[in-house]
């Protein structure tokens, strides 16, 4: 029998989930920045899950002795036994705790450790910034993902665990001596290729070097295990998978993905490396251009009269043919975007405009949803910029005023409202103008710099009389996807084609640009898979610069930055854009863009993966039980339509690389018949059908891994709602597989306050195993089991600080487990009980774990209880009167005379908390009141936007993070139907470490007198 896998027995989860978070803040040389994906994985979290997956539990009766004695002199020796230590005390646990020193700790902290400052912040209820959170020898730390000491302990550990699983026998001695012997050969040979001059002419010698190099990294990873992504999206895992040395395979349905796949995982790692030029060659090679290049200090690049040295040769052909093209088409400039007052225009901002639909008005007005130009981050309000309307009869004039803006938007909602007149012309008059062309656009501002200050300027009628006539330029001319209304609402708005997304100017310098790439490509030998690599890098820049260069571009105030329009997954309808002057030095400009595409080409140079662009799921695609491990992150059911998105891309880069990889760019758009998603506008609106396509493709998806497949399956998934997991968990039983771990782990978190956007997110990773289900099993037996299990996992979570709608989902896991087991499970009245009323059960259970935490008085058990059973809708009196007796000890008139039930004739309902406190100023404020009532008053601070009356409640009432009332809020947040008080309480506990934070600070700088209101 094998050991177990790490990942089916222990993660250091608030570790990856600390980290985690902070990835997403991270942007020089991150994959996130190179292109954009939908619903990126944080690197932290995959390189985690396939370490875990991939050694055994040290601790593990059946654990190999090799892999122990591994841990022990990797770990648990010389400078590892300092670092890997285990905390003398778990930071984030309210009890004193020694962790045992043992082989599983250190594998946990080896992982991911906080380290000393952090732990000793948390104990003092301080914050740590996110950067010092993490030891800084933790594996997962970003830090880290070039460190080769860390990679090389991480790569051993790895390849013992996989050697003595398939040799027993082999002892720690062969198998250390073992991989040193295979992983030296690699920079040896990566040497001699490496120095040789003149490398990319090639020579017999070159052949043969190139031929040593790829024997010694194919003999070692051959010795490695084999972890595969069968939905790599942007290549997250596949590129973790790399860079701990495994052979790593990743598939993705999606033409768009893949290549950034490639350009994520292979092409850096293939070809992002040293090169030595021959002076002649290199100066006939790039020229006077590249002899300045080199001579530049960033680049790090040496010449010693003879030889040019180059770190990294990609990096160093893509910026090359970057400046190339930013030279041949700079002229452009000051013909499109000609000088204000001797000052280089950065932004354009662009209302569309609309009639107003008053006959004797008939106003041209912009549509504008708010007036502010800038309010820069901690800029005074003084200082903040606005649009001043002037409004004389239908004429509507601007000025540039400075300080706080009192107008209110003339567009909400979609509909209208006439600054001259007042009249309303409502979203159907203004489509009908839309769909006819009548929308105008108007220039309204220009944002200007010189030497670093910037100016903001009303455009005079001369400055517009320089704008030359532009020709028409062809734009895409592909369908969007009409129909798909929910992320593309601009379709309604007579949008039908990807080319409508851009102005015409716009439209002419991607012209332009796309001509110039074309001239490089002339340039270039394309049929040498090398330049095929740059020309790829030089397509993703102009895919960064035409996603912040539509009629749908976000001016992001705060910033005073140009944002792409796929904050949401979506393309939301936008009645006014920034445009930017893409020659400018604006950071989101030609060159800040080309800036990242290198960042990220210089940062990831290790192993490469290999990618196939197909629908996963073909058993053909690798032999049966050939790939050691699956670690994957599927398509949350409904959440994001990705081929339809990522048309937008798709259209540009087949014009530009669809010659150079024409079977990745065969189809006129992306497949959409075969994408694993549950999107009823692809079943002609029918809910039921895309529901059932998306089990059966993943079904199918699983049942081939399954096939293929030694050892665990780890999936990430990030849907809260039970039907996804259950469509989810349908397809691993279907495919012969349970559940044998389940980790909730954060990996986005906003604690913005009042922003609305503000919720927690984790994502659940299940780790699962062939399994054969057996033998029938009575429900109540069942759920007996789980309700133990739900419990002990609610608790232990609750103490990691998981709440609401993500700590019920986390519970699914441990339900599936029990379940999963067996064939059959029967009710008493013996029908069969489907994965559904499994989940279904195992919520409640989780719930119910958590209303036995619940405290307080019956007022706030019984709302609890209530909410539970019946919702918020409207209930009989007698279904109350006989909970009221039964479930909690209140009587019925109490619950209508302190406004928790709201009565209208013979139907009750819950009150919500505006309902409850409704003019009362009090309640809810004091230690002795109803804890639901204090709950309700937290709740309408924060809907109001009153955050000081929020801290004080939090200082006065629950500044501890156990405290009861935050116990009720997370049940609250488990149980109430959408709505605004789901809003406000999935919203404070988004804030919740942050106000106790606040409390805690002030408390500590104010010990006499706590005064928010300060
Ligand atoms: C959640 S995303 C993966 C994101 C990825 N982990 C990352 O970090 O970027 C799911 C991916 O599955 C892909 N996909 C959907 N249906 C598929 C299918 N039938 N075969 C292969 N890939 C598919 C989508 O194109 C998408 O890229």
Redesign the pocket.
Known sequence: MKAKKLIEVALPIKEISAESVRDKSIRHGH?STLHL??????LPV?RAIVFASLVPDPMDENCPEAFKYAVEMLLNTELGKLHYKPYKDIPYTSIVDEMEDNHRNRLMMFIGKFSEKCQENMKDGKSTPPKEQLDDWSLIKWENKNNPKILRIARELIFVAYQSDKRPDATWEELHAEFNRLYDAIPKAEKNLYELKDRHIETDEVKQLEAELQTAIDTFQNEMPSVF?????????PLEAARLGCRSYG????PV?HI?ERGSAEFPQKYGKPIAYSKEEFEKLYGEEGIKMAQEDERDITFDGETYRIPNRLAFDVEFYANQIYSDLKYLECQLYPELNNKTPFVYYWAKVAKCTNPSCNAEIPLLGQFYISKRRGAPKKDWKYLQPHIEGSDISFSIESGECNESGWIGRANLKCPCCGNVTEAKELKKQFKVGKDGRRLLYVICENNGIRSYHIPSDDYLKLFPQIEQTPTPIEPMPVEYTQALPSCTWGMEKWGQLFSRRQAFIINKLKESISKVKEKVDCDKDYNKAVITYLSFLLDRIIVRFTEFGVWHVLQETVEHPFGRQAIPMKFSYPEMNPFSDLSGAYFGQLSAIVAYINEENSFYSFFTN????EKEQFDKKSITSVV?????YDA?A??DL?DFFYVWQKQIIGDLFPTTYATPLTPKT????ALKHRHNGNYDKAKSHFEN?LTQ?FDAIENQTTDTVSI?F?HQSTEAWTTLCNSILDARMNITGSWPMDTEVSIALKTDKAFLESSVTVACRPSERKGFADFDEVKHDIRQLVKAEVEKLYGLGFRGADLLTACFGQAVSVFGHYKLVETAEGDPVSVGQLLEFARESAAQALLEGVPGEPQTKFYCGWLQMNGMGECAFDDVNKYTRVGVNVEIRQLQSDRLLITEGSQQHLATAKEHLGNNETWGTQATDYMISQVHRMMMAYHMGNQVQLLNLVRDLCPQSDAPQWRVLDFLGGHLPEGDDLNDVKGILASAEMLRQKCKEAVQHQEASLDFED
């Open positions: 994959i994906w939908w619903a990126r994985r944080p995959c992504d069968p939905f790599a999206g942007g290549g997250a895992i598939n993705d349905i999606n993905a950034i197909s629908s996963s799921g994957t992150d599927p398509p949350y994001i990705y081929a990522s075969d994408e694993c998603t493709k998806i990430m990030a």
